[in-house]
């Protein structure tokens, strides 16, 4: 049996080793102790498509779990609601025993043997907010807490606003609850923008940004390790470089380079090469192509005036290339920072966010 690869560069996927994160990390871990009254039990990730939201969602419901709460995890979709009710109640189960949650179950239903029955779904007498309340009792009194946590998040959803609100008077009914939401960055602007949420906007935003080059070298070395293999300095260099702080493509380039060394226990660079290369083509595919589908027409003309530059890019230089005057090319500028596209280096000053996005566009546009 060759020995597992184990990089995982899968969506949604808790990596066997988190590179970095470390400030998010604690301060949920010290919120998740302390409970009521601590800001970060309302939390929003926001990052570009790989930063690791699900993934950190995941590692955080989990470290809630040992922390004594029920974590219970939903996607942004019509339904969620229901969603999130059902599985509050199949995680307490789980937590306070079959028997507590079939009689909560039971007395939520109503009377009579027919409705009563464990299997049977019926209309739901009382709103969500009644219902999503007596769980939470029952949770608070068998000494624990509860974690929502909402992905993708988007703002064109009714359900949000009726979940935002109603977490709004169970924090101030002194609850137990905590809600942790994550959503690319220009869908959390639309959702904050919305006045019927105005609420979350004192949530606690936590941006995923690029991960530190030495946290990297680290978590890659380190999760090579546990499959056995050892990475030798040039090749681990070469990775690093690769990956640009970006855990998707840490993931990727893992994954590949393993793949180009199964049967050796140590990747060299030659191999790290290899792998790099097909986790470049990966990424193209998965990262990059669909970010470009996405720009708007505007966007676009933006981006290929950055094409020009090789690192970083002045508003004033763009906006000359674009024709327009500067306040014009910085209205553009929000929306690519708010889609993930660029960051904001210093003030006037911004670069591509996605690594090889400048010459995967170079490329698409023949520039
Ligand atoms: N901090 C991290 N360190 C290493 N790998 C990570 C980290 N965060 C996420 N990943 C990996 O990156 C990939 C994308 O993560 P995911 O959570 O699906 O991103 P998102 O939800 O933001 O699109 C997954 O393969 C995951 O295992
Ligand atoms: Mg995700």
Redesign the pocket.
């Known amino acids: 049996m060759p020995p597992i690869n184990p990089?995982?560069?899968?969506?949604?996927?808790?990596?066997l080793?988190?590179?970095?994160?470390q400030s998010i990390r604690r301060e949920l871990f010290d919120a998740f102790v302390q409970g009521r009254g601590n800001p970060n039990l309302s939390s929003i990730?926001v990052?570009?498509?790989?930063?690791?939201?699900?993934?950190?969602?995941?590692y955080l419901g989990k470290e809630a779990s040992a922390q004594g709460w029920i974590a219970v995890h939903s996607v942004a979709m019509p339904g969620m609601l229901e969603d999130i009710y059902e599985q509050t109640l199949l995680a307490s189960a789980d937590v306070l025993g079959e028997g507590k949650a079939k009689s909560l179950r039971l007395t939520g239903i109503g009377v009579g043997p027919v409705s009563a029955s464990w299997e049977a779904a019926p209309a739901p007498s009382e709103n969500w907010r009644t219902r999503m309340g007596r769980l939470l009792s029952t949770i608070e009194d068998a000494g624990h807490g509860l974690l929502i946590t909402v992905?993708?998040v988007v703002a064109t959803l009714d359900e949000m606003v009726t979940l935002a609100a109603v977490y709004q008077l169970f924090v101030r009914e002194q609850r137990r609850v905590a809600l942790v939401m994550?959503g690319l960055p220009h869908n959390i602007s639309a959702l904050l923008n919305d006045k019927s949420v105005s609420f979350l906007r004192r949530a606690q935003r936590h941006t995923?940004g690029t991960?530190p080059d030495a946290?990297?070298r680290e978590?890659f070395k380190e999760?090579a390790a546990i499959g056995g293999k050892d990475v030798t300095d040039d090749a681990l260099e070469a990775c690093v470089r690769a990956i640009g702080g970006f855990?998707?493509?840490?993931?990727?380039v893992g994954f590949r380079c393993w793949q180009a060394t199964s049967t050796d226990d140590v990747i060299s660079a030659q191999e790290a090469r290899r792998g790099i290369q097909d986790a470049q083509e990966d990424f193209r595919a998965h990262i990059l192509a669909p970010t470009l589908r996405e720009l708007s027409e505007i966007d676009l003309q933006f981006v290929e005036a950055m094409l020009e530059d090789e690192r970083e890019s002045r508003i004033s230089d763009i906006a000359k290339r674009m024709g327009v005057e500067s306040r014009y090319a910085s209205k553009y500028r929000s929306r690519l920072l708010a889609e993930g596209v660029i960051e904001q280096v210093a003030r006037g000053v911004v670069r591509f966010a996605l690594p090889e996005f400048r010459a995967f566009v170079r490329e698409e546009l023949g520039a």
Do not use: C, H, N, W
């Open positions: 990089f995982t560069p899968e969506f949604g996927s808790v990596p080793v988190m590179a970095g994160r990730l990052g570009p498509r790989g930063s690791g939201k699900t993934a950190l969602l995941t992905d993708e994550a995923l991960i946290d990297v978590a999760t855990p998707y493509m840490l993931q990727l």
